[in-house]
């Protein structure tokens, strides 16, 4: 058989046990344990068992993963997404979208502590909605502003997908880090810009101003530890002092103390974050072993190699190609979560965009098209039919119609599409912290 219907039929197979609700990681370990077997047989499939189950979970850069995500539970449970609403309710009341606005910003926020894009959704959600719906926003701009914000957390460092980009890559996560800095600032300005856009378009889907609220120092005080966090751990990270796994080390215990202080954690609480903790790790790791398997018995077929001189035979523009990447990144991401769609298309894509002549040093190559491929991947997010963010607020959100929610986004759409076009043609956004830091 040639190496075409193989792989057809690997992800043939991925693709019906997908259908049939399999969770992706078992359908990516069955489709790949059956292409590996009739390509190399039983003995084979069971010795590569043996050794890359250990090889990966035994990865010193993967223990980065669980603390991030142990350091955003805590900070959940710690009601630190209220003080942040709270907060940016104060600063941004004076504005017709004023609280939509304070969404966004609370998202950013948060995502800067959590990494999770569904997880920043989700807790957001469920502190602002009540507020929105309470002051007259429709279900439609209240939901798709929750949604988009919830992709800063993916967008603004820590960010689990950046992390395993980075082991996919063998990239330094702190230059990755810093290089998703400016452009999730500029995601996040964009979508403020789409909210003062919008509400002044359509103002029957937001009331005017609700008056101009008082900014007190209690709810300052609430956010300065959290915020004391962040800078003691990213300002390691980039100076050199922490390494990313030290620095989340530091991360957690240091958000573990300030709940502490705030008696804001118990015991049933913070045994919720164990617990929450031990399941999204799980989860992420059987991913890893899933892709794994997938990734090799796409490799016995030798299409990937195929693949990438056919592409870089076609005599396209270097821009052209990463572009035309992006673009299957997108179709993807609708119908695909992003840690499967970057488990199973990097180790077949970097390969192509780091033999491209872009004029960067390969470093930067990686780096740059590290960034593009998280921006797609917050784009995925979004869009239907799958649109995980918006799946998941929608469903929070009881008198909402799912088809509202996804109109609400479409403003948020048009400004990443944007995003994208200015990142493709100005690299520099993504690099210039890099270079500066390091």
């Given at each position: 058989?040639?190496?075409?219907?193989?792989?057809?039929?690997?992800?043939?197979?991925?693709?019906?046990?997908?259908?049939?609700?399999?969770?992706?990681?078992?359908?990516?370990?069955?489709?790949?344990?059956?292409?590996?077997?009739?390509?190399?047989?039983?003995?084979?499939?069971?010795?590569?068992?043996?050794?890359?189950?250990?090889?990966?979970?035994?990865?010193?850069?993967?223990?980065?993963?669980?603390?991030?995500?142990?350091?955003?539970?805590?900070?959940?449970?710690?009601?630190?997404?209220?003080?942040?609403?709270?907060?940016?309710?104060?600063?941004?009341?004076?504005?017709?979208?004023?609280?939509?606005?304070?969404?966004?910003?609370?998202?950013?926020?948060?995502?800067?502590?959590?990494?999770?894009?569904?997880a920043t959704a989700a807790t957001i959600t469920s502190v602002a909605l009540p507020e929105l719906r309470r002051h007259g926003y429709s279900g439609t701009l209240a939901t798709g502003t929750l949604a988009a914000g919830g992709t800063l957390g993916?967008?603004?460092?820590?960010?689990?997908?950046?992390?395993?980009?980075?082991?996919?890559?063998?990239?330094?996560?702190?230059?990755?880090?810093?290089?998703?800095?400016?452009?999730?600032?500029?995601?996040?300005?964009?979508?403020?810009?789409?909210?003062?856009?919008?509400?002044?378009?359509?103002?029957?889907?937001?009331?005017?101003?609700?008056?101009?609220?008082?900014?007190?120092?209690?709810?300052?005080?609430?956010?300065?530890?959290?915020?004391?966090?962040?800078?003691?751990?990213?300002?390691?990270?980039?100076?050199?002092?922490?390494?990313?796994?030290?620095?989340?080390?530091?991360?957690?215990?240091?958000?573990?103390?300030?709940?502490?202080?705030?008696?804001?954690?118990?015991?049933?609480?913070?045994?919720?974050?164990?617990?929450?903790?031990?399941?999204?790790?799980?989860?992420?790791?059987?991913?890893?072993?899933?892709?794994?398997?997938?990734?090799?018995?796409?490799?016995?077929?030798?299409?990937?190699?195929?693949?990438?001189?056919?592409?870089?035979?076609?005599?396209?523009?270097?821009?052209?190609?990463?572009?035309?990447?992006?673009?299957?990144?997108?179709?993807?991401?609708?119908?695909?979560?992003?840690?499967?769609?970057?488990?199973?298309?990097?180790?077949?894509?970097?390969?192509?965009?780091?033999?491209?002549?872009?004029?960067?040093?390969?470093?930067?190559?990686?780096?740059?098209?590290?960034?593009?491929?998280?921006?797609?991947?917050?784009?995925?997010?979004?869009?239907?039919?799958?649109?995980?963010?918006?799946?998941?607020?929608?469903?929070?959100?009881?008198?909402?119609?799912?088809?509202?929610?996804?109109?609400?986004?479409?403003?948020?759409?048009?400004?990443?599409?944007?995003?994208?076009?200015?990142?493709?043609?100005?690299?520099?956004?993504?690099?210039?912290?890099?270079?500066?830091?390091?």
């Open positions: 058989m040639t190496p075409l219907p193989f792989v057809a039929l690997i992800f043939g197979t991925m693709l019906v046990l997908m259908a049939l609700r399999i969770p992706i990681a078992i359908a990516m370990f069955g489709a790949g344990s059956l292409g590996y077997v009739l390509q190399a047989g039983w003995s084979p499939l069971a010795h590569f068992l043996n050794n890359q189950a250990f090889a990966r979970f035994a990865s010193y850069d993967l223990s980065v993963i669980p603390l991030f995500l142990l350091m955003g539970h805590l900070a959940a449970q710690s009601g630190i997404s209220k003080a942040l609403f709270e907060l940016a309710s104060s600063l941004m009341a004076r504005f017709r979208g004023g609280l939509a606005m304070a969404a966004v910003l609370a998202s950013a926020a948060f995502g800067s502590i959590c990494g999770s894009s569904v993916i967008l603004i460092p820590p960010s689990v997908p950046l992390i395993i980009y980075a082991i996919l890559a063998e990239q330094n996560i702190a230059k990755l880090f810093a290089a998703a800095v400016v452009p999730g600032i500029v995601a996040m300005l964009g979508y403020l810009g789409a909210l003062a856009v919008f509400v002044r378009l359509y103002p029957q889907h937001a009331p005017a101003q609700i008056g101009q609220t008082k900014l007190h120092w209690r709810e300052l005080g609430a956010v300065t530890p959290i915020l004391g966090i962040f800078l003691l751990i990213f300002g390691s990270i980039y100076s050199g002092i922490f390494t990313p796994t030290e620095g989340a080390a530091v991360g957690v215990a240091g958000t573990l103390i300030v709940t502490l202080m705030q008696r804001a954690m118990n015991t049933t609480k913070l045994m919720r974050c164990f617990y929450a903790t031990a399941q999204g790790s799980a989860m992420l790791f059987l991913i890893f072993l899933g892709a794994d398997l997938m990734n090799a018995a796409l490799a016995l077929t030798q299409l990937p190699n195929q693949l990438a001189g056919i592409v870089l035979g076609w005599g396209l523009p270097a821009m052209g190609v990463v572009v035309c990447i992006l673009l299957f990144y997108m179709v993807l991401g609708s119908i695909m979560d992003e840690l499967s769609m970057l488990l199973l298309t990097i180790p077949i894509f970097f390969p192509i965009v780091n033999g491209l002549e872009l004029g960067m040093s390969p470093e930067q190559v990686a780096i740059w098209f590290g960034i593009l491929v998280l921006m797609t991947v917050g784009f995925g997010m979004l869009a239907p039919p799958v649109g995980l963010n918006v799946y998941v607020v929608n469903q929070m959100a009881k008198d909402v119609r799912l088809s509202d929610s996804y109109r609400g986004v479409v403003p948020f759409l048009i400004t990443d599409a944007i995003r994208m076009v200015l990142l493709l043609s100005f690299p520099g956004l993504s690099l210039w912290l890099v270079g500066f830091v390091h």
